[in-house]
């Protein structure tokens, strides 16, 4: 059974998405596997979903979609080459379809994709996830798609939480995807990586690049002969450093590039010295391990230090004994399960921007008892308005004669037409009229007050604008959120703003591109919104272009009841056509 992530926090459903080869050492694989395993310990339900080119993890894969059945991980094809200079994704159409379909039939609560700023996976599982989403970066090498402004937009937009595993990485990922980051930092293995019985061994973080650093070490070992070194080589394909005869005896070369094979060699390291560009998560490895960490400031421009550092802990015991009791402490709080309960609370943060479920249409307009139902077209334009030229009795003419049942006249920046609307259509009886007012924000786009009295303000924030019309009693209707040819409310506003938003536009019938009303419908579910339409008419004929057939209302509280149980109904004519009747009645007017 699902869980509902309105109320108490309970037991969810998880998946973790990482764009990395399942079947090969990484870093980041290494974090979503360990919190994958405290988050189960935690009794949530989390899957893996991973690349992977081992045969066993694609056969496993394939049978988890075919029968539906939980896995803790899903290989969902063969890993495939990542570019961050590649300005399309790499995933081939049998892995995108099979994304989908662990998608579709796993029901998660929460989809966590890992470094979307590569053209992979993560990217795609964000993009076209229906739950709630995180994003965690790690690394700024690892960014750089999408490379289209919009395409980045509409990725934040479906975010709902920015995390990344430092400041550096948060400030790098905030220039493409700006927002507000929560740092979780890596997690360790407390149980794995732990001090054992030190002996004089000194462990080096080599890069083939950074020769400076190891000639230093190595000057440093001639002076300290009974000291043993290992060369640890965390990344693929780095070739073999170079030893000097005086110490090929204590001198070794290993390659372990996860943390089991690492966890043998730190557990009796005395002192780690790390690779000036080397992995954060082995200098994490070494600390929980016990290892003094010789990395003094200034290394970075000037190699020759860290042997400084080096002589000084390997001759002076008692300081070496010091920094390993440092480096414990440095990892209190960064263990897996610390990890999981940091990130179990943030899961809980983001669910709180989902509104209650709603009722079934069974039971949600029950309130309203056998009202009738009607036709509402949300979104209207008068004379005054300042881009249309209807008169307020035209519209209630063409209103009544598209049998509509009511209508909300929502000029740009003035109520005089709504409220003429009002007094007139008192004399019909047959049409109702619900005042409101399309309010220009500052930079923030538009926001549509329903059942004012009172004329607001252009100019003001979105949050003042939002304020004004709760003041007067009124509902937030927000019109065209994501019509990126308007000035629109960035995807930090709105998702700060959730909570305020009344009802949410998820089809105008004005709006150049139809994704853009798909993007409101997708919205709109995902956070539980009431939904509105409207046909956003400038001229008569594209009125009841959009719209709702509704249970008959009174007031805004009715009104909300109405919306629960509410259909929305798209009737569009030509965009071009009516465009151009606005653009002959608008010069009309300047004429005259």
Known sequence: MEAK???PFVAIRICLVTPFAWSQPHDVNEHVAGIADALRARAHSVTVLAP????????AGRRALRDGAEAPLIALGPAVPISRRSRIGLLPVGVRTNLATALARGGFDVVHGFEPGLPSLSYVALRDAHALTVASFFSPERLGYPPGRAQRERLLGRIDALVAASPEAAHAAAQRFPGEYRIVEEGVDAELFRPERKRQLV????????????????RALNELPDWEVVFLRTKPLTGRPSIPAKLRRRAHVRTARDGRSRAAILNEAAIFVPALDGLPRVVLEAAAAGAAIASPPGVQEQP?????ALARLAENEPFRRQLSDEARRSVEGKTFADVAAELEGLYEDVARRRKGTLQ??????????DRVWILTDLHLHTSWSHDCAVEVEQLLDQAEARGLGAIAVTDHNAIGGALEAVELARDRGSLTVIPGEEVK??????????FLSEEIPRGMSFEDTISAIKDQGGLVYLPHPF??????????????HLADIDVFEVYNARLLFEAYNDEAVRFARKYNLRMGAGSDAHVLQGLGTGGLRMRAFEGPEEFMLSLRSAEILRRPRSLAYLQSLKWVAQVKERVR
Request: aromatic fraction near 2%; hydrophobic fraction near 40%.
């Open 203 to 218: 462990v080096l973080e080599w890069r083939p690049a950074e020769r400076p650093l190891a000639r230093a070490v190595r």
């Open 441 to 450: 924000t500052d930079g923030q786009g538009e926001v549509i007050g329903l």
């Open 52 to 59: 992977s080119n081992r045969a066993a993890d694609l056969a």
């Open 483 to 496: 019509d990126r040819l308007h000035a629109i409310p960035d995807p930090a506003t709105l998702h700060r």
């Open 5 to 7: 992530l309105d109320s």
């Open 360 to 369: 079934t249409a069974a039971r949600s307009d029950e309130p309203l008892g």
């Open 304 to 308: 020759e230090l860290a042997a400084a």
